[in-house]
T-cell receptor, first 115, second 113 residues
């Protein structure tokens, strides 16, 4: 079974530029998550999708971050414009359903450096 | 809001020894899930073990076991017969209902040959 795929793996941009990340979840997984992991911290949920609808985006900085999940499969996360504090690893995860019984499977992450 | 605290930023242990990682959490809920995740240097996070709060029996997965103390809100991870491949960041996490997974700050574990 193929795992969660993410691209690119690494990205370096200057502040005020824009960047986009892509995630392909495990086939059949209805729930998709985007996390931000700043160095030395645990992952923080940015947004959660159930199929192509948003379940939780309470911690997404909506003035600069946006995410979509078209057709309930792939997802993209965009930052525009980027700030220095956006430097982090962006993790995508997917699960069959929502809640404790459903294991979240994580992708390898995209390491973003904003200079 | 739920909080998860891991008070050991770094730990190291000799190969084949046993090590225990600590985690405490704060919640007013009664039924919830607790998890330990492992993040090796390659950074792909994987689930190590899960505990349902309504179960009194501690979860066990091969060399990994937990000590779940619900009244004390404590959830420690014990790794027996540690192996070099156990070197990783370990995150404790809490989940209630359909709310978001809340992670601790992690413990960096190094297994020394």
């Amino acid at each position: 079974e193929a795992g969660v795929a993410q691209s690119p793996r690494y990205k370096i941009i200057e502040k005020r530029q824009s960047v986009a990340f892509w995630c392909n979840p495990i086939s059949g997984h209805a729930t998709l998550y985007w996390y931000q992991q700043i160095l030395g911290q645990g992952p923080k949920l940015l947004i959660q999708f159930q199929n192509n609808g948003v379940v939780d985006d309470s911690q997404l900085p909506k003035d600069r971050f946006s995410a979509e999940r078209l057709k309930g499969v792939d997802s993209t996360l965009k930052i525009q414009p980027a700030k220095l504090e956006d430097s982090a690893v962006y993790l995508c995860a997917s699960s069959y359903g929502t809640g404790g019984p459903y294991e979240q499977y994580f992708g390898p992450g995209t390491r973003l450096t904003v200079t | 809001a739920q909080t998860v605290t891991q008070s050991q930023p770094e730990m190291s242990v000799q190969e084949a020894e046993t090590v225990t990682l600590s985690c405490t959490y704060d919640t007013s809920e009664n039924n919830y899930y607790l998890f330990w995740y492992k993040q090796p240097p390659s950074r792909q996070m994987i689930l190590v073990i899960r505990q349902e709060a309504y179960k009194q029996q501690n979860a066990t997965e091969n060399r990994f076991s937990v000590n779940f103390q619900k009244a004390a809100k404590s959830f420690s991870l014990k790794i027996s017969d540690s192996q070099l491949g156990d070197t990783a960041m370990y995150f404790c996490a809490f989940l209630f209902g359909n709310e978001k997974l809340t992670f601790g700050t992690g413990t960096r574990l190094t297994i020394i040959p």
